[in-house]
């Protein structure tokens, strides 16, 4: 169990690697929710996605002993570049499983690192194969991607942030993130249990991936009904480690479909400006639909990451 | 002539009116340009460009007999919102004459802030027309897009911010901005002027609008030899009010062709992450097209919008 002062040392390690990444508002959207909406701008994080934080903590915590043979992961592509990335930072090899259908533009990113990159089927069983065959090869040092409690300190770090950073003068009713392996959510979740205790920190789950909320429900990890969304980076399942912190300290998951998702991702690029990737629109999509519910309050969404393949064929 | 009083004043008159806009590095761009490049990004200004500054300036110093039957002007987009907002911020209806062909994200912004939109064939002197019938119809004030001190003042105040907030440590070398008919040059220009005299100011055009090299050369107000190109915003000729400020001030002008343009607009979405229209891409086009004049300077460039039509057929 983390507690607050691992999440310090964790912020104090990855400070001189990172961006301390700007809150934006916008008006425009504010008026469209009836909320206050704070978004903490992880898309212009290093590697363009909040991964970074938990990739650098957890390569700044092995042993030497441990990182002399390099790095590996699996990844549908940001948590891969943030490994390449810390990798880089140290100076040692990396190596990051991801699945053949990721986006192009996030595995060039990664051999854009100096990262070898090993392709294989999308599910997590032909990851997590593809992983151990190649630390079993290399004797490199595995950091998953969110079942890890030094990922998860790492990327607690945007919450703390977030709200030492907020800039509406009041403290926030409301702290959302995305729901994937739960490693961003349950970092979320700690900061906010430490820093502002009567904030609600809600998840926000495509319902393309709806295994965070029957996981969340029933207290056992699940499978998701099916596995079909925009959201590429939030269809990997929870982990029993970041489902046990979800059910400690967050509040609700909800669901929005692909057409949500992709309406919410439109309108920041339309109203702020700011190119974000489907799965970091989620937790927007969900301030839209529940609108209801979140009218008149302080949200502070993380916003995380930006990594979108611009090329052939794009349309938003 | 404008003083450096009268920009300080212009700038205390919007200041509660419009946003002061980040200033943002990226340190992939510095690396592909070999030059320290900051990005005074007014894609994030209200209404989604630097035009908001001016269309205020001026709005704010009309009598009070001038207002009282509103606003008019014509624009290919950017300054007609600007407008718009002015006149909503101050209460008083708004006319404003668009080419038909602008982009459709712009004449729905326009008429989003409740002003009139009156479309005419995409040419400056049907634009000229259109608003000296709309004037004589409502007695509406005419706000010309570039040819007015009032407007320049308001626009000088983006490198005013840029100057100030220079996060570098080092006085810029350069500061760009691109030349449509001249209003944010010659601002740009005054304004480095008065703060930076050190610091030589380089427009950026379009090659198929290249008008303002010529004008720079001879001397007199030419016509560009074509009309083509991707930058939409950038198409307007000079005035003499303008071209006299460039001469004065501005120590060079410098193309780049659409392809380039197109690229640099990729860039700055791609690895920045912030959405930037084409017109927008041109003084980074140039610093990329002429990377060994550039190599090693402080560069400051103004972006000036992100208003992109991201509707059927979007493509980058």
């Keep these: 169990m983390l507690s607050l002062q691992d999440l310090r ?18 008006h425009t959207l504010d008026q469209m929710a009836g909320a206050t909406l704070v978004f903490k701008c992880e898309n212009f994080q290093k590697i363009g996605a909040f991964k970074a934080r938990g990739g650098m903590n957890a390569a700044l915590q092995l042993a030497d002993n441990e990182r002399k043979n390099g790095l590996a992961t699996h990844s549908s592509g940001n948590h891969g570049q943030a490994v ?34 090993i392709e294989c089927e999308p599910n997590i069983i032909a990851r997590e194969a593809g ?39 009041q403290p926030f009713d409301v702290i959302m993130a995305p729901v994937g392996g739960g490693g961003l959510i349950s970092g979320t979740a700690l900061a906010t249990h430490f820093l ?5 920190v809600v998840g926000a789950e495509p319902e393309g991936a709806a295994d965070a909320i029957l996981s969340f429900k ?5 499978k998701a009904p099916y596995i079909s ?3 590429d980076g939030l269809m990997a399942p929870l982990s029993e480690r970041t489902l046990g912190y979800i059910r400690q300290y967050v509040s609700d998951i909800r669901l929005v479909n692909d057409v949500e998702i992709r309406a919410a991702q439109r309108l920041v690029w339309e109203r702020m400006k700011i190119i974000i990737e489907p799965s970091c629109a989620v937790p927007l ?19 995380t990451g930006g990594n979108v393949d611009l090329g052939n064929g794009f349309t938003i």
Excluded: W
């Design 131 to 169: 992983v151990a065959a190649i630390i079993t090869q290399t004797g490199a040092a595995l950091i998953h991607p969110f079942d890890d409690d030094r990922v998860i300190a790492g990327q607690s770090t945007a919450a703390i942030e977030l709200i030492e950073d907020n800039p509406t003068g």
């Design 218 to 222: 029933s207290g056992h990890v699940e």
């Design 229 to 231: 969304t925009i959201a």
């Design 285 to 303: 999509a969900v301030v839209l639909r529940y609108k209801d519910e979140f009218a008149g309050q302080t949200i502070g969404i993380i916003l």
């Design 196 to 200: 502002a205790p009567a904030t609600r």
């Design 9 to 26: 040392n964790a912020h104090d390690r990855i400070r001189p690697f990172i961006h301390r990444t700007p809150c934006l508002t916008c």
């Design 84 to 117: 390449a990335f810390a990798a880089r930072q140290l100076g040692m090899p990396a190596y990051v499983v991801m699945p053949r259908t990721a986006p192009q533009v996030k595995k060039d990113a990664v051999r854009g690192y100096g990262a070898t990159v």
